[in-house]
């Protein structure tokens, strides 16, 4: 056995990661694929959520489980591929975009970013006893965008693969339900097109989640929605290097030591790319193409990380970050509501 560990570590680089990141892409290529299916898209599960569940399925079948070639290779995708993904992503941001929803929607979109992750690190800690690598990652889903943000909170929090799981089971979960209960509350709110985006774009979970919500209720408020959306997205660099910085200065108190600070440099990446797309100096085209390999990519890692969680750890999370989930989910409803009537009674 050793000697095939150090025959494998002999190996070039390439040689050794290409078998799993290859299986990985794989993976990722499958859900893109039946994410076109009519029926996961009219439940909003986009390529990633369903991209992590064939992981999950993949990698406790024990179809794998004595091919220890892929590690490499799954591990390259869940980090390397997952940091360009995210640096990709900005490529679905023009910041000419936020003009369309005005002051009010900038103001509504960080006060509940800033609102879902102090409600989550509270609940988590004073009322179901959570671990705030649990608490973080579920409040960082529902507060930015889904599952992309889980993903993109892992590295900065050292996360564990089934704590990362369970946090995007969440924002499956609740971001479904949040389709077939928004529209019902917009109607019953009263609410016109602008204010109706505006509620839903800043407190549903997923982008593909957002839409058909907002189209469900009508076009003109889907494009409200999306764009409101987007602004949470743009948030989501400033707010790594927020939880960067808390996590040193929380390290540091522990051990009265000094820490650098580890700056999430795929953030800064990503807005770098955001900027440049505002500039619209690619074909639209070109664009276009850069957001399906970003997909893919995306997914390819959603699918590694999902290999890389076993049952066993999950059910040890237990139930506890279902019922965090659920006391957000009614934040976000009931919290997001007042937030947004208040702003906009302030600046319309």
């Given at each position: 056995m050793a000697t095939e560990v150090q025959a494998a570590a002999a190996k070039p680089m390439w040689k050794r990661v290409f078998p799993g990141a290859a299986f990985a892409l794989i993976l990722g290529a499958f859900a893109l694929w039946l994410a076109r299916f009519e029926i996961f898209q009219n439940a909003g599960l986009s390529a990633l959520p369903l991209a992590i569940l064939l992981g999950l399925l993949v990698g406790n079948s024990g179809v794998i489980s004595n091919v220890p070639a892929l590690d490499p290779g799954l591990e390259f995708a869940k980090a390397k591929l997952l940091r360009l993904g995210i640096i990709l992503f900005g490529f679905k941001l023009t910041f000419q975009d936020i003009a369309r929803v005005g002051v009010p929607g900038i103001v509504i979109a960080v006060l509940m970013v800033i609102s879902v992750v102090v409600v989550t690190l509270w609940l988590g800690r004073r009322v179901f006893k959570l671990d705030d690598e649990t608490s973080l990652l579920v409040g960082t889903g529902s507060a930015i965008c889904g599952a992309a943000a889980v993903l993109a909170a892992e590295p900065v929090l050292r996360a564990k693969a089934h704590t990362v799981s369970v946090a995007v089971a969440t924002v499956v979960v609740f971001g479904t339900l949040?389709?077939?209960?928004?529209?019902?509350?917009?109607?019953?709110?009263?609410?016109?097109?602008?204010?109706?985006?505006?509620?839903?774009?800043?407190?549903?979970?997923?982008?593909?989640?957002?839409?058909?919500?907002?189209?469900?209720?009508?076009?003109?408020?889907?494009?409200?929605?999306?764009?409101?959306?987007?602004?949470?997205?743009?948030?989501?660099?400033?707010?790594?290097?927020?939880?960067?910085?808390?996590?040193?200065?929380?390290?540091?108190?522990?051990?009265?030591?000094?820490?650098?600070?580890?700056?999430?440099?795929?953030?800064?990446?990503?807005?770098?790319?955001?900027?440049?797309?505002?500039?619209?100096?690619?074909?639209?085209?070109?664009?276009?193409?850069?957001?399906?390999?970003?997909?893919?990519?995306?997914?390819?890692?959603?699918?590694?990380?999902?290999?890389?969680?076993?049952?066993?750890?999950?059910?040890?999370?237990?139930?506890?970050?279902?019922?965090?989930?659920?006391?957000?989910?009614?934040?976000?409803?009931?919290?997001?509501?007042?937030?947004?009537?208040?702003?906009?009674?302030?600046?319309t």
């Amino acid at each position: 056995m050793a000697t095939e560990v150090q025959a494998a570590a002999a190996k070039p680089m390439w040689k050794r990661v290409f078998p799993g990141a290859a299986f990985a892409l794989i993976l990722g290529a499958f859900a893109l694929w039946l994410a076109r299916f009519e029926i996961f898209q009219n439940a909003g599960l986009s390529a990633l959520p369903l991209a992590i569940l064939l992981g999950l399925l993949v990698g406790n079948s024990g179809v794998i489980s004595n091919v220890p070639a892929l590690d490499p290779g799954l591990e390259f995708a869940k980090a390397k591929l997952l940091r360009l993904g995210i640096i990709l992503f900005g490529f679905k941001l023009t910041f000419q975009d936020i003009a369309r929803v005005g002051v009010p929607g900038i103001v509504i979109a960080v006060l509940m970013v800033i609102s879902v992750v102090v409600v989550t690190l509270w609940l988590g800690r004073r009322v179901f006893k959570l671990d705030d690598e649990t608490s973080l990652l579920v409040g960082t889903g529902s507060a930015i965008c889904g599952a992309a943000a889980v993903l993109a909170a892992e590295p900065v929090l050292r996360a564990k693969a089934h704590t990362v799981s369970v946090a995007v089971a969440t924002v499956v979960v609740f971001g479904t339900l949040a389709m077939f209960i928004y529209p019902l509350l917009g109607h019953a709110f009263g609410m016109n097109h602008y204010a109706y985006g505006l509620y839903a774009g800043s407190t549903i979970h997923e982008v593909a989640q957002v839409i058909v919500a907002g189209r469900t209720f009508s076009e003109e408020a889907a494009n409200y929605a999306v764009i409101e959306k987007m602004i949470r997205v743009i948030l989501l660099a400033p707010f790594l290097f927020v939880l960067s910085w808390w996590l040193r200065a929380r390290m540091e108190s522990a051990t009265h030591t000094r820490t650098p600070l580890v700056i999430p440099w795929f953030a800064v990446l990503f807005m770098v790319v955001g900027a440049f797309n505002s500039l619209h100096l690619l074909d639209p085209k070109w664009v276009t193409g850069i957001l399906q390999f970003d997909n893919w990519i995306l997914a390819a890692a959603m699918g590694a990380l999902g290999v890389r969680t076993h049952w066993r750890a999950v059910k040890q999370a237990g139930v506890k970050p279902l019922l965090l989930a659920s006391a957000v989910f009614i934040w976000l409803i009931v919290g997001g509501y007042a937030i947004n009537a208040l702003v906009l009674s302030l600046l319309t």
